[in-house]
């Protein structure tokens, strides 16, 4: 009736009794339904995963098969950008993809006038399916002048626009520091609707992680916290994103850490049935890396295998660019496996001119790199790197450009 198409990790059997088994890697019994379904239950979600719960409810295994920020309902990711106009006014374009994964030329889905938000260095910007729909939304963190914190949500209609904003939460000034948030979009809790988590750098040295969970309206409940530590992480060393490492319907935290001697590791922060995060494990790490600030963090399930995957491009001072790939083991959840995912040559690309957002583009169950790119010239053009098979990428493909009339540096993607 279905398969994951797993090779190698975690796999689901529906047996001709109505018993749904999950298998781990090393092939012992991680869960099962049971006929009747006393032992938990399993759910396709709208958002396109199939996620096994036990019987409290709590997300063990996920196909890992829903595709992110898809803003047309079509099956396939798209890309949002945030252009800050000279006059004042902002919007929101969407950049639909095409069968390829090349995109088409963008078509406004949200503007707003001048003065509504009168300083574009102050939004925080996410995407998500925050109401569990299966059209991805996009939200913002508002730090207004006064120190206070709003976040806004617009839900994603099904003409491809966005509805009004709404206010999901906020707090007043002397509460939350804008500066010191750092957010990513997940599914933290496996109820099929994306979450916001902060990691929330204090000024006395602590640091913790909340989660805001999402509710049916796509709006947000007040923020939870869960891991913290008194001190020693250092917040300028590190690059974070999130995605489902493990496969087990749950969203975790990724994080490149660059330490006082140069070397670097790959964290990763499970997520729990809570919402909230785990101790953290250690990983893959190297005393040779290079340059932290020429390292660059995405996530994408690459290979199709219903774990995502961490991406690292590389900016080499040669000119040069390199895509390397690392995927965290299924039961240890330890990252490893250092993959070259794609490598271009010097002179190809300016990695200061690319904005870079990672997706499902073709609709294959690979996950590609898009991006948008400004030339020196006022030009600014769409690039998609699929991926193929094993993981790798192919060689990148120029689509929609727009020749006038947009300023590459007063745009931002919707990335996380």
Partial sequence: MWSTATSD????????DGDLVLYKADDTVAWQSGAAGANGYAVLQDRGNLVVYNAK?????????HVRHDYNGDGRSDIASWYDHSAGNDSVHNWYANSDGTFKL???????????WDNAQRIKRMTGDFNGDGRGDIAVFYGYSTGAVTLFTWLAKTDGSFAPAIRSWSVGPGSWTWARMYDQVGDYNGDGRDDISVWYDFADGRDKLFTFTATV?????????????????????????????????????????????????????????????ANPVHGWESDTWGDFDRSHLNNGDFDGDGRDDVVI???????SDRAITFTAHPVTKVF?????????????????????????????????????????????????????????LNEPVGSAEKTTGWTYDRMRLFER
Avoid: H
Avoid at 9 to 16: D, L, S
Avoid at 106 to 116: D, F, H, L
Avoid at 373 to 380: A, L, N
């Fill in 9 to 16: 990790g975690a796999r689901a059997v529906m047996k001709t």
């Fill in 313 to 319: 491009w590389y900016d080499y001072a040669d000119g």
């Fill in 57 to 65: 409810g709590q997300a063990q295994w996920s196909s890992g098969t």
């Fill in 217 to 277: 309206d796509g709006r947000f409940n007040p923020p939870t916290g869960s891991w913290e530590s008194p001190g020693g992480w250092n917040r300028g060393g590190m690059k974070t994103t999130s995605g489902d490492f493990n496969a087990d319907g749950r969203d975790d935290i990724a994080t490149f850490y660059c330490y006082s001697d140069g070397r670097v590791k790959l964290i990763m922060f499970p997520g729990r049935a809570d919402g909230g995060f």
């Fill in 336 to 392: 490893g496996n250092r993959t070259e995912a794609w490598y271009g040559a010097p002179g190809r690309y300016t990695r200061t001119n690319m904005r870079v957002v990672t997706g499902d583009f073709d609709g294959n169950g690979r996950d590609d790199l898009g991006a948008l790119y400004g030339y020196d010239t006022g030009v600014i053009k769409m690039f998609t790197w699929t991926a193929k098979p094993g993981g790798t």
């Fill in 106 to 116: 963008p078509i406004t889905a949200y503007a707003a006038e001048a003065g509504v």
